[in-house]
């Protein structure tokens, strides 16, 4: 009998400490805190680089002594597909695709709070709280513009790309929006507000632009010269990079904006769902309380405009749903693959 | 006047009662049918806005190369954004395979002859309003039908009704308390002429038979027209009454003198004693009913002057002095001294014919039930209370049943052979009473009956 139960409790202590998970290739994974016990770890699922959120989970083990914080990194993509598969392992959900977490929000996985204070906008069904204002950028190599001036807008980078063309051959980059979630989000706002995208699009195609996964990747080959354009960089990323290395320029197009917050939920199937709640509520205080975090976290915090309005950020509603839908989603890509690949 | 009447229920109460119910049933009445109404406009809006959003994805549906293509536009789906953030599910058929959307999301019926068709469902854990609409699309060899369904969850709708609930529930609370005031307000008022009408009988004299003269609403006439009926004809009957005895007293009284003046002549002239004795009893039994037929109709004039008492200012003393002169002869008949004391002026208010009357039944008494050669005394004082003493040396009252010889025709037994009715210390007291006084008899530790009137 005794061989059974420590059999059982072993197997279950194996389970919940993520043994199958093991297997699972992160980009990151961070424990923070010493847990008091295996139960004590809150596992959070994220597409956020970890140097962004440490500050803040420092501060909420600080506040929470006895509660480790297990810090999982993947994509944005592969963070939604993971966490439909098993909404029990994961306590928290934190992405930068606005529309993904919408749709898992509206398909029941989250789990809603009570009595948030946070803007109307930049929470839906008290279940997804944004906690990020973050542009998408264009980051230029500066040598490669040297005596020349930095395009401002989508237009003038055209013009710029397809005045020396064969300078830039092979040296532009964008997001992959087949595997990333976010590049897939930029590109169909910018979609919908502007034909000048699919322009951009086709003239970055002649150029054999490269397509990345991930913001990262991108700035660092802006920075050392592999490309000499990029274009849907996450901005807030670009400039956390810039403070130590000045070889590239980050420009935000002033012709729209394309603006995205990056948001949080609590899994519906969270085993320690006050530690979770608790953990959601002081990431979202930490990102709105008067800038208080804001000097010491490279994380953004969420920009509310004098009115209190959302200004020009992509709008947390249903409508990020749209182009969820499977067939438009076809439809999208198909036309992006004939602009893009040629 | 109240306790010999039976209460049953309060006219103003049960009308209170009947317009707060009423005002209760109606403001219930009101509470539902507004909020179902505002229900119903609410459900409309939502229906309104899922039916265009399907309309707009079904619009864009085309065949192309024999497969769908449903590049629906961005503002189907923003124009479901609610301030409750609802839930939205959606689901897009080509005939009965799902060509995107929810898996297993039903489709709402689509009656013949509309375009939309609405229905409430279970879906996803939730109760869900449902929009579905179809087209049949026509390509190079085949026809399809594609349906599409939107539902919605219903949170906003929810906050909405309960607004309008609640301003509903509060409007229909206020309506209800005033009219509730209200009715007290008409309650009252319409009780007044009833409340009115019973003041001024309350406010009446007690012989004041007179009917009611100013105007009452219509529902009351009947009652105050049958009151005044009955108020003339029990006048009627009063005065018809005592217009009765004092006419027979009256007829009475002169027939008896005749008798007794035949009697009396007969008797001088009858020298067998067993006749003169027989005569002697037949003279007796005429002074009975002669002084009973002048007693009565004295009674039946104190009750009708009582009935409509004139009241003036009078000197007690005066109006004694004047009977003792006027009874004085009687006295000196039987060598008795009938004394006048007491104070100079004693005035009260009072209807002289009935005090003198009474007054003179008290010497009468004392005249009459007093040995020859004795006194009899009249005090006449003012304080502590206006007084009328008469007392006698005679025999006294006999003590035993002394307050009761002033009832009707009751005569003690030291009466004898004198002649009486028994109606003399009636008069008196009667008289006393409706000046609001009192009579009390008494006898003296010397001997001798006393009869005090207060005032
Ligand atoms: N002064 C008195 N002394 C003794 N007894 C008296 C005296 N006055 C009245 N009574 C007694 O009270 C009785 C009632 O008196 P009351 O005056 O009412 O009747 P009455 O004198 O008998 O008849 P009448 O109606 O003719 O006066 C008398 O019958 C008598 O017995
Ligand atoms: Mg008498």
């Not at chain 1, 901005?235 to 403070?243: D, I, K, L, T, V």
């Not at chain 2, 509470?31 to 994805?57: K, P, T």
């Not at chain 2, 004809?233 to 004092?246: G, N, V």
């Amino acid at each position: 009998m005794r061989h059974i139960i420590v059999l059982v409790t072993a197997l279950v202590l194996w389970v919940t400490a993520g043994g199958p998970l093991a297997a699972q290739d992160w980009e990151d994974r961070r424990v923070f805190g010493t847990p008091t016990s295996n139960e004590a770890t809150l596992r959070i699922l994220s597409s956020t680089d970890t140097v962004f959120l440490a500050p803040i989970i420092e501060g909420f083990i600080r506040a929470n002594p006895d509660w480790a914080v297990e810090y999982l990194v993947t994509g944005t993509a592969d963070a939604d597909m993971l966490f439909r598969a098993a909404p029990d392992r994961y306590d928290i959900l934190i992405s930068s695709a606005m529309d993904l977490q919408l749709k898992l929000v509206n398909d029941g996985y989250a789990h809603a709070l009570d009595g948030v204070e946070h803007p109307e906008w930049a929470m839906w069904r008290q279940s997804l709280f944004a906690f990020t204002s973050e542009p998408a950028a264009i980051v230029l190599n500066r040598a490669a513009f040297k005596g020349r001036e930095l395009p401002q807008t989508r237009q003038e980078l055209i013009t710029a790309l397809r005045e020396r063309s064969d300078y830039f051959t092979g040296r532009v980059g964008t997001y992959d929006v087949r595997r990333s979630g976010l590049g897939y989000l930029f590109a169909t706002q910018d979609a919908r507000v502007s034909e000048t995208y699919w322009r951009l699009m086709e003239v970055m195609g002649a150029l054999n632009t490269r397509l990345y996964c991930c913001s990262g990747d991108m700035i660092d080959d802006v920075a050392e010269g592999r490309i000499l354009a990029a274009y849907n960089v996450l901005g807030s990323y670009a400039a956390a990079r810039q403070e130590e290395d000045d070889r590239f320029a980050i420009i935000q197009p002033s012709d729209f904006p394309t603006m995205m917050m990056r948001t949080g939920f609590v899994s519906v199937q969270s085993v320690h769902m006050d530690e979770a709640e608790a953990f959601l509520r002081h990431l979202v205080a930490a990102q709105t309380g008067q800038g208080a975090q804001a000097a010491t976290s490279p994380l953004p915090p969420l920009a509310v405009s004098a009115d209190g309005s959302a200004g020009a950020i992509i709008p947390l509603d249903p409508s990020l749903m749209a182009f969820q839908d499977r067939l438009k989603r076809r439809t999208f890509l198909e036309e992006w693959e004939n602009a893009v690949i040629q | 006047m109240a306790e010999n009447v039976h209460i049953s229920g309060s006219l103003r109460r049960r009308l209170t009662f009947s317009l707060i119910g009423g005002a209760a049933i109606l403001a219930a009445t009101l509470y539902l049918v507004a909020r179902s109404y505002s229900a119903q406009i609410a459900q409309q809006g939502q229906d309104n806005i899922l039916g265009a959003a399907v309309s707009s994805i079904l619009d864009v549906a085309i065949m192309r190369d024999g497969a769908v293509e449903v590049d629906f536009p961005y503002a189907s789906f923003s124009m479901l954004n609610t301030p409750s953030d609802d839930r939205v599910f959606y689901a897009i058929h080509q005939d009965d395979t799902l060509l995107t959307g929810y898996e297993d999301l039903p489709r709402a019926p689509i009656p013949v002859g509309e375009k939309l068709g609405f229905a409430t469902v279970e879906y996803a854990g939730t109760s869900l309003r449902l929009v579905s609409a179809s087209r049949t699309l026509v390509g190079a060899d085949l026809r399809s039908q594609v349906t599409v369904s939107i539902a919605q969850t219903q949170d906003a709708l929810a906050v909405a009704q309960n607004r309008i609930s609640r301003n509903v529930a509060l409007f229909g609370a206020g309506f209800f308390l005033l009219t509730a005031l209200l009715s007290f307000w008409a309650s009252a008022t319409t009780i007044a002429p009833l409340k009115r009408l019973t003041q001024s009988i309350t406010r009446r004299g007690p012989t004041d038979l007179s009917p009611v003269s100013k105007p009452v609403p219509s529902e009351m006439a009947p009652l105050v027209g049958s009151l005044n009926t009955l108020m003339a004809r029990l006048e009627q009957s009063l005065t018809r009454s005592e217009e009765f005895i004092a006419e027979a007293a009256h007829r009475v009284r002169t027939p008896l003198a005749t008798v007794r003046a035949h009697a009396e002549n007969t008797y001088q002239r009858v020298e067998r004693e067993d006749n003169r004795a027989a005569l002697r009893a037949m003279m007796r039994a005429v002074d009975e009913s002669s002084r009973a037929a002048g007693q009565l109709l004295d009674h039946a004039m104190v009750t009708f002057r009582s009935d409509n008492l004139e009241k003036e200012q009078i000197d007690l003393v005066a109006l004694a002095g004047e009977l003792v002169r006027n009874l004085s002869p009687v006295a000196e008949m039987k060598d008795i001294d009938l004394i006048l004391q007491g104070d100079a002026v004693v005035e009260i208010e009072g209807d002289a014919i009935l005090l003198q009357n009474a007054i003179r039944n008290l010497i009468d008494n004392a005249l009459k039930y007093s040995p020859v050669e004795s006194r009899i005394e009249l005090n006449v004082t003012a304080t502590p209370r206006p007084q009328v003493v008469v007392c006698d040396q005679g025999p006294g009252f006999p003590p035993d049943r002394m307050q009761a010889l002033t009832n009707r025709f009751s005569r003690g037994e030291n009466a004898g052979d004198t002649v009486g009715s028994g109606l003399g210390l009636t008069i008196a007291r009667d008289v006393v009473a409706v000046h609001g006084g009192s009579i009390h008899l008494s006898n003296r530790a010397e001997g001798g009956a006393c009869v005090t009137l207060s005032f």
